[in-house]
């Protein structure tokens, strides 16, 4: 008899397919003992092993000596015995001596790194957070996750679960410091939720047809049954045998094999979590966007300059092997192109591969780019406000799957992400500057106020800002107080920062079928140098929840619209919004308006009107948003305002411009001695040392009503205005401290987002009274253009709404009426007095003034005349000249009358300096 065998652990050693192995594919460690020899190092006294090891081990099919292998025991060891090996008796190779575990999770391998193990401590995890968003979510919400393929999830609440926190202590560290594990976590979670849902109503679905399709057999056959046991009765000598075989047939049920047999395959997508960070106080500025922050979940907000097309990204790629034609996906990390090494075939060795970008394998998904720039304007908070005097940080915002198009440029977004890197562009093809990597956010949630944008740059209302809010509301004289708390350095103008104020809070916009209805008001402020204009600008960019101050010698036409730019890597075109863009839903000043080119002007036509810029570029057709309120100052051409000539002759400014405007206020500096004594008085209490103001009753704007004569029976001569300006000024000896500017902002903002009020009859009777004597008063005067068109009654109505935003009220009172009728005629008074204070409604925007009046008569009849003697209505430049001459006027006044005739529509420009006349008289 043969030694008895001795077994031992050792670890096969793989050298691949080759001569001398007899195909087994493993070769023994060199060293080892040969054929027929003992270790003895665990058997120091060369004992047999007891013969059930014998046994045991040819149960694996192997034979021969044994070896004991230096290193540690692990699952992958193999048992290997000494003596032939039968052909019939080999085993498959033994990976692994214990059963894997079986997975709960149906998802684990799509959102998990790792392999499942029930030591995992991921699946505790998950497994409360399953049970969080069972409680969190209706089923309504979970529905509707198998459309989006994503659901939000609020970091305040996940947190402040009491189940959680007692689970899960650490979890708001692990959001922070490792949030892709959390994201993954919560994913799954949710996956599993709606596999169980799925999986129940498949299953309750499956039974109920099978138990119909049983039943319906069971009837077929107890027919059958009772037809045969009928004829057998008819037989004489039959009887039925055994009765009670057809009720146990009928008693039978479906059993749960063949209920999961017959269930189909329940396939549920990827889920995405998108967590929320809704916590106050845990905005992070974009300056501290930094080295420190690399993998980290943060908040960040800021304004949407500029939004990317939709592009694919490759997460997953299927490659196939030229060598053994195996197909297999591979992983693309941070959407670069990644090629395999080695083929995952067993015992192929290739590294020859085709890109397969169409297989079942290869998964792409939509992917965006956006560029989030800080707020421009002051939000009270020091931190997210912007530094002067640098420029605004930017940084770039990456958004994929259910995200893309979440955003248009000129967006206020708040956005929950973690901070990566990505390689320069600049730097990517020099070797030099391969390491040089700008910082980006991997967007995980993004929240955009659609409806109304400014409640994203004041923030969420806390309950401090909602007793402010009341406090104010209570305040006695609430419109006087918001009035002189308008840039409180500037000294009277009182019906001027009214109408400002009225257009901060704007008017109630909506839609009627496809014709949009107007709810922004526009003003402008045109007058003498050194009267304040650009500060109370300045002052209204400030406190508006949403402002952009712009100056016009330094704008372009696509810096107040929208640019079209070129991305450097895809060569797509990408949109760039400008001022009125990035000023939507809010204010946007415009100082300097008249150094603009006629360029600038024609752009902001489209904005004012019609509240959107549309774009037709490159291949591009798209339009955005401009709903913003516009608040220009000019200066007069000359220095001086001229009261002897038009707003357009002052200004140089088209007729079609100017119309937009609601409101036209024109500042004129007046000597006047009792006001230049309280001026300057204002002035030194602001340098003094003394806090307290001293209370000046009197009012610029109010100087100049006085001296407006004329008014026989007009329906401009009511002195509604001149109450309205007594009453918005302050008592002798009375002072009131100006609201805070984050006070004002919020209350503004409250305003726009919850107040929409309505004009109440009474209103509504006022304004259209008002606009039907304005229009009979101006028929009566045969002027030569209409001033007075349905713009203007439009105005009333905005401006109406606006004033009873001013107060929280929901419905437009007389009162209200009363007094933007009072700021309507001091604005028309305005434009239409000349300078001895007579009211000419043919004054219009785009006529001309009492100077130029009897020059330009002069000049038309003689080309009437002229044009009846030659026959021919086509003139030169030249020839106008001339015949300017034969009416004895002055040289240097022919090219201002062309232009007003022109703009008046007497003279025709038909192009290289000539010019048809089409009138007879």
């Known amino acids: 008899m043969s030694s008895p065998k001795s077994y031992q652990i050792q670890k096969w050693n793989w050298r691949g397919r080759g001569r001398g192995t007899r195909g087994r594919g493993f070769h023994q460690r060199p060293g080892g003992p040969g054929p027929g020899k003992r270790s003895n190092k665990n058997n120091p006294n060369n004992t047999n092993p007891s013969p059930s090891n014998e046994s045991s081990a040819s149960n694996y ?18 048992i290997k015995a000494s003596g032939p090996i039968p052909v019939s008796c080999r085993q498959p190779l033994i990976t692994t001596l214990l059963p894997p575990a079986k997975c709960p999770f149906k998802g684990w391998h799509i959102y998990m790194t790792q392999a499942y193990s029930e030591t995992n401590e991921n699946v505790q995890k ?15 919400e979970r529905d509707a996750v198998w459309n989006t393929c994503s659901f939000k999830v609020s970091l305040k609440e996940l947190v402040a679960d009491p189940e959680l926190q ?110 929320h960070d809704d916590r106050e106080g845990h ?72 890109p397969l970008r169409s297989h079942a394998l290869t998964h792409t998904i939509d992917h965006q780019t956006i560029r989030v720039q800080e707020n ?97 509301h209570a305040r006695p004289s609430l419109f006087r107080l918001l009035v002189q708390s308008l840039c409180p350095t500037i000294y009277g103008q009182e019906l001027v920062k009214a109408g400002l104020t009225l257009c901060l809070f704007g008017g109630c916009s909506g839609s009627d079928d496809a014709v949009g209805i107007r709810g922004e008001a526009h003003i402008l402020v045109v007058g003498d140098p050194g009267l304040g204009k650009s500060q109370m600008l300045q002052a209204c960019a400030n406190i508006a929840p949403r402002g952009v101050f712009v100056c016009g010698n330094t704008a372009t036409s696509a810096g107040l619209t929208v640019s079209l730019t070129r991305e450097s890597g895809s060569g797509d075109y ?93 500042l004129v500096d007046r000597p006047d001695e009792e006001l230049d004594s309280l001026l300057s008085r204002h002035v030194m209490a602001l340098h003094s040392e003394s806090k307290k103001k001293p209370s000046l009753n009197c009012s610029v704007s109010s100087a100049g009503l006085d001296s407006v004569s004329g008014l026989n029976s007009s329906v401009l001569e009511g002195r509604e205005h001149a109450s309205l300006s007594e009453r918005l ?27 929409q009020p309505r004009l109440s009859t009474t209103a509504a009777a006022i304004l259209q009274t008002f606009y039907l004597e304005l229009r009979s008063q101006h028929h009566s005067s045969a002027a030569s253009a209409p001033p007075i068109t349905t713009r203007h009654l439009e105005a009333l109505v905005r401006l109406t709404q606006a004033r009873a935003k001013c107060e929280l009220r929901e419905e437009a009172t007389e009162d209200d009426a009363r007094d933007v009728v009072a700021l309507m005629r001091y604005s028309m008074i305005d434009t239409l007095a000349d300078d001895l204070g007579n009211l000419h409604f043919e004054r219009s925007s785009h006529g001309s003034g009492s100077s130029n009046r ?45 232009e007003g005739l022109n703009q008046q529509g007497f003279l025709i420009n038909k192009g290289n300096r000539m010019y048809q006349l089409v009138t007879s008289k």
């Open 729 to 755: 000024k302050y008592a002798p000896g009375e002072f009131e401290e100006p609201l805070p500017a984050s006070t004002f902002r919020k209350f503004i903002c409250y305003a726009r987002r919850y107040v």
């Open 854 to 898: 009897s020059q330009a008569r002069r000049l038309l009849t003689c080309l009437q005349r002229h044009s009846d003697m030659t026959g021919t209505s086509l003139y030169s430049v030249q020839d106008l000249r001339a015949v300017a001459a034969q009416a004895q006027i002055d040289a240097s006044a022919v090219a201002g009358l062309i």
């Open 61 to 78: 099919g192997f034979a021969g000596s044994l070896e004991q292998s230096n290193e540690p025991y692990n699952s992958a060891a193999l």
């Open 376 to 472: 421009n304007s002051d939000t009270g908070d020091e931190a997210l406000s912007p530094e002067h005097g640098r420029v605004p940080r930017c940084v770039e915002c990456h958004l994929s799957r259910d995200l893309v198009d979440a955003c248009i440029p000129g967006d206020l977004v708040t956005i929950t992400g973690t901070v990566t890197v990505e390689q320069s562009g600049e730097s990517s093809g020099r070797h030099g500057d391969a390491c040089l990597f700008l910082v980006c956010v991997e967007v995980c949630s993004i929240d955009t106020c659609k409806t109304d944008p400014s409640s994203a740059a004041a923030g969420n209302f806390t309950i401090t800002d909602y007793y402010n809010i009341r406090a104010v």
């Open 574 to 666: 990408s949109l760039e919004g400008g001022a009125l863009v990035l000023a939507d839903r809010g204010v946007c000043c415009i100082d300097e308006l008249d150094k603009m080119q006629h360029a600038q002007h024609q752009a902001l036509l489209e904005g004012m009107e019609q509240q959107r810029i549309s774009v037709a570029k490159g291949g591009l057709v798209c339009t955005l948003p401009a709903r913003a309120a516009v608040l220009a100052a000019a200066n007069p051409v000359h220095g001086h305002y001229n009261k002897a000539k038009t707003v357009a002759e002052n200004l140089k400014i088209s007729a079609p411009l100017l119309s937009r405007f609601d409101l036209l206020f024109i």
């Open 126 to 140: 998950i497994q409360n957070l399953q049970k969080f968003l069972l409680h969190s979510t209706t089923d309504k």
């Open 283 to 354: 905005i992070t500025p974009l300056k501290e966007l930094k080295a420190n922050l690399y993998g980290k979940l943060v908040s960040i907000t800021g304004t949407v300059v500029r939004v990317s097309g939709v592009s694919q990204r490759c997460v997953t790629l299927a490659f196939s092997c030229q060598t053994c034609l195996a197909v297999f996906g591979l992983s693309q990390p941070d959407a670069r192109y990644t090629v395999p090494n080695q083929c995952a075939s067993e015992g192929c060795r290739s590294r020859q591969f085709t």
């Open 166 to 275: 007692v689970s899960e202590p650490s979890l708001l560290s692990e959001i922070i410091n490792t949030p892709q594990t959390v994201l993954n976590a919560l994913g799954l979670a949710m996956h599993q939720i709606l596999y169980n849902t799925a999986e129940a109503l498949v299953r309750k679905h499956t039974t109920e047809q099978l138990n119909l399709t049983l039943a319906q057999q069971q009837s077929s056959l107890s027919n059958h049954s009772l037809d045969a046991s009928n004829s057998m009765m008819s037989t004489p000598g039959m009887t039925s045998q055994n009765p009670a075989s057809g009720s146990s047939f009928l008693n039978m049920s479906v059993s749960e094999e063949s209920v999961q047999a017959a269930m189909p395959d329940i396939k549920v997508p990827l889920v995405c979590a998108r967590l």
